[in-house]
């Protein structure tokens, strides 16, 4: 009798095989994707990222702005308290002064003047001791006087004081604002690059390389003349920090932001500067033609000028850009030009 053998299944081996060759498939579909990133997705992520980093450059010049008022009302409300104490000093002395002259007074007049003069066996000496208390009547209301004067005083500087001190508060909740604002768009977009794959934050670097110029001194900047002696040594001043990282709120000399940069320089010429890019829109003399533009001029980009740089001939400006970059050269028109201002 014939012995019939069960064949094994092909449908095992067919799946496994199947199974096999998806598996490679969807590998071969990944390694491709990731050797090839999707230039839209990259572009999106960089238009996120940059409107981000323009975000909190904006936060941070209105930090930069409330750190500034912070220090002067500093300043400033020290100045009241020391005048404060000063004239409470003032007044007390003033008082003690008074409370001498009434003591006096009370010894010498409390009796009444025609008793004195009816007891007195010396008209003449009372008639001395009456000048005398009207002299010390005098003197009394002028110390009175000049008493209520001083506490006046007192109390408009105190009053002045306490608004000072109200003030100073506001703007230190106004600096710890802006400097949590600008955090949270930094951390936004250090989010969005953590998205993305190593090949593709390599892309977004080599785009941003291609829109700017080298952090080099070997750029060709042409001849163009400096606006002035002073222009042309800020300029020089700004060339030495090359390469330095932006660092918001930074102004040197191991980082800077966009106008921290720029005062510095500035500084470094004898020149002092509003800290802010919004302070720098109105130092001096604005320049609406870019063709007239001398090296050193301070350049004020977008509309609310929250960005500033120095203008460095050849169509190049100087500028410590965005986190993330260092101090280097860029071409004029990669930003919205607003004007130039010559210091």
């Not at 001498?100 to 010396?122: C, E, K, M, V, W």
């Not at 209301?141 to 000049?146: K, N, S």
């Not at 408009?156 to 506001?170: D, P, V």
Request: proline share 3%; aromatic share 6%; hydrophobic share 40%.
């Amino acid at each position: 009798m014939a012995s019939h053998r069960r064949p094994k299944p092909a449908t095992r081996t067919r799946v496994t095989v199947l199974t096999a060759t998806a598996a490679a498939a969807v590998a071969l579909s990944a390694q491709a994707a990731n050797a090839a990133p999707a230039k839209s997705s990259v572009s999106e992520a960089k238009a996120k990222v940059d409107a981000l980093y323009t975000q909190a450059e904006q936060a941070t010049e209105k930090y930069d702005a409330a750190n500034e008022e912070l220090h002067t009302l500093q300043k400033e409300a020290s100045s009241l308290q020391d005048q404060v104490a000063r004239q409470q000093q003032h007044l007390n002395q003033l008082r003690d002064g008074l409370g001498a002259i009434a003591a006096s007074q009370y010894r010498n007049g409390g009796i009444d003047p025609t008793i004195q003069l009816f007891l007195s066996g010396n008209p003449d000496t009372y008639l001395q001791q009456a000048s005398t208390l009207d002299q010390l009547s005098s003197l009394q209301a002028g110390a009175l006087e000049q008493l209520q004067d001083a506490k006046r005083s007192l109390d408009q500087s105190r009053a002045e004081a306490t608004s000072k001190l109200a003030e100073l508060q506001s703007t230190r909740t106004e600096l710890a604002k802006r400097k949590n604002q600008a955090k949270e768009k930094l951390g936004q977009a250090q989010q969005v690059l953590n998205s993305l794959t190593a090949q593709q934050r390599a892309e977004m670097q080599r785009q941003d390389a291609v829109a700017a110029s080298r952090a080099s001194s070997r750029v060709s900047l042409g001849d163009a003349k400096a606006a002035s002696a002073r222009a042309a040594a800020a300029f020089a001043a700004a060339q030495n920090e090359l390469g330095k990282p932006y660092v918001y709120g930074a102004n040197g000399p191991g980082s800077f932001d966009c106008s921290g940069l720029t005062s510095y320089a500035y500084a470094q010429a004898g020149v002092s500067i509003p800290r802010t890019s919004e302070g720098q829109a109105n130092a001096g003399t604005r320049i609406y033609s870019q063709s007239q533009l001398g090296v050193g001029d301070l350049v004020i980009f977008y509309g609310d000028y929250h960005h500033v740089g120095l203008y460095a001939g050849n169509g190049l400006v100087l500028h410590a850009p965005k986190p993330g970059a260092v101090v280097r050269y860029e071409s004029i028109g990669n930003m919205p030009f607003q004007f130039g201002v010559r210091i």
